[in-house]
């Protein structure tokens, strides 16, 4: 196996590029994915600081050193959920990422903000955790960008995130998702901020290998909560498409988004209001957040 730019011998081969690269030139296309992705849905300029969400993961800390790498001007935002030793660890990763590049982190806990861990929050709900979890990240992150000024958040999620939720959304139909569902979310508010993924347009496999290239040291483990999640399931049918039909990941994805997600966009706006308690945008009057932590609170 040759690398398609110098011919020299290479390290990693991507069947739905019908591509294989050394390890420079990899670095390279790499790179040059996360810059296409930033081009072509604006998702941020040099003018502006960009808040990188990093959970200690591959794909989160790759994200952030090719930013960094390229020049950008970033803070890391590590959110602390509590899950027990794979919190601990994960933080540990951010942490000495951030201090061997002498990158400003941002650490908030859950905990200091709902009233108890995800652990103690999945008891008092009795929901599947990831909804609780999911729903403080979300709200935290665009909390903690409008408080520190921050422009916009970007997240590590990848082309199989992407088309593993996609997959989920359109097993249920589940029409309000899908146009959300997109590398980049505009503000629509002055009170949210602009959402991106860079990452979108590489695979869960080449931000692997971008990360062991760049001696990333990251968490390996899942969040213990993970175990036995739909979404996994979706991303272990659309692997085995994957095998039997490389590319069938990336088409399935961008023909949704070059096609079809317009579609499903809807004509009336959602109007968007203000929490009572705590100022942040929602639908209602008070927001899922303040409810959520009102509940824990009550119980614990
Ligand atoms: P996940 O939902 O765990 O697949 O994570 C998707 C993306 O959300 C990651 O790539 C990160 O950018 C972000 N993220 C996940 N967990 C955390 C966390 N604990 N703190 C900050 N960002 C996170
Ligand atoms: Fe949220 Fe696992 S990361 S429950
Ligand atoms: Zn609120």
Redesign the pocket.
């Known amino acids: 196996m040759k690398c398609r730019k110098c011919g020299t011998g290479a390290v990693i081969e991507l069947r739905r590029h019908n591509a294989a690269f050394c390890a420079p030139d990899f670095l390279e296309f790499f790179r040059n994915q996360v810059r296409e992705a930033i081009r072509k849905h604006r998702m941020f300029t040099r003018d502006e600081r960009v808040l990188v ?3 200690g ?1 591959k ?2 800390l790759g994200l952030w050193d090719v930013l960094i790498e390229e020049g950008y001007q970033t803070s890391g ?3 602390d ?1 509590g899950i027990y030793d794979y919190s601990v660890e ?1 933080k540990a990763k951010c942490e000495a990422f951030a201090a061997a590049r002498e990158v400003p982190l941002i650490v908030t806990g859950v905990a200091d903000e709902v009233g108890a861990p995800v652990p103690v929050i999945k008891e008092v709900t009795r929901r599947p955790p990831c909804s609780g979890c999911g729903l403080s ?1 979300r709200y935290l992150m665009n909390r903690v960008a409008l408080e520190h000024g921050f422009p916009v958040v970007a ?3 990848n082309l199989d ?1 992407e088309a593993a939720t996609l997959f989920g959304s359109v097993m249920h139909w589940q029409t309000e998702a899908l146009p959300r569902q997109s590398p980049a979310l505009a503000s629509t508010h002055p009170k949210l901020v602009r959402r991106v993924k860079p990452l979108y347009r590489l695979s869960e496999r080449e931000a692997a290998a971008y990360a062991f290239l760049r001696r990333i040291d990251y968490i390996v483990e899942e ?1 213990p909560f993970a175990k036995g999640a739909t979404s996994i399931m979706y991303k272990e049918i659309l692997s085995r498409m994957e095998d039997a039909s490389p590319g069938a990941k990336h088409n399935f994805l961008f023909g949704f988004l070059d096609k079809a997600r317009a579609a499903f966009e809807r004509a009336e706006a959602v109007s968007l209001q203000e929490c009572v308690r705590c100022g942040q945008v929602t639908t209602g009057t008070v927001c899922a957040f303040c409810k959520l932590s009102d509940q824990v609170k009550r119980a614990t």
Do not use: E, I, Q, R
Request: glycine share 12%.
């Open positions: 969400a990093v959970s993961g794909d989160s935002l590590y959110l959920l994960s990240k997240t590590g999620h995130d969040c």
